[in-house]
């Protein structure tokens, strides 16, 4: 496997001031890092981490993008807009999306494919509901869920990131166990495995209260390729100490 990955996302949070003195402050402490590291912004701050991120070990990506090329679609925001300000990734299918903006596995996967299309790595979330795992059903989600952007990518699926983010443990502090983790993070592989020759290219994060106390225990699993840090992400020590476990 290549450098682990550790992408922040930001989430709705953030200010030109804030952003500005959190970059800075992260810049100020990264060095050279050992992972590859990206930080997800709400779209109106893709600009300014274009300009205080350029040249740096970190690179940026958007929350979300829109399944369509262009056109009369209000409000969504295009890959080619993206790619105007250096976008490396975009996330796509985060639970909070699938929840609340209604976002079904073909429309996550539609956007998985327009992001490839475009150059930019989609990190495709997936992840299980607290009811679905006391039912059971962990395995079956987490499947449906990929298995709609395999279907749709073919054989670019290399090309795309993972995240394995159980949504009962996204803000709310419960973090998967590194075992509970590595279980899924194991499904998850081997589903690539039946469509590439090359699954380990692939990273599988994995996402849900990462912080700088559980990254080590997480990351140092198998098949935990790096983490996708909502809250943590806002604070340059926790972010960073996170950075170096990844190491
Ligand atoms: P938290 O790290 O705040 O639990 O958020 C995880 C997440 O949703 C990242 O996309």
Redesign the pocket.
Known sequence: MSKKLIAG?WKMNGSLAANEALVQAMLAGIGQPSAEVALCAPAPYLAQLQALLQGSPIAWGSQDVSSHEQGAYTGEISVAMLKDFGCRYA?VG?SERRQYHGETDEVVATKAQRALSAGITPIV?VGETLAEREANETESVVKRQLAAVIHAVGHCITEIVV?Y?PVW????GKTATPEMAQAVHAVLRAQLAAATTNPKRVHILY????NAANAASLLAQPDIDGG?????SLKAADFLQIVAAAG
């Open positions: 996302n996330i985060h979330c995240a983010e443990a996204i803000g709310t996402g849900g209260s990462m996708l840090i909502g809250g943590a």
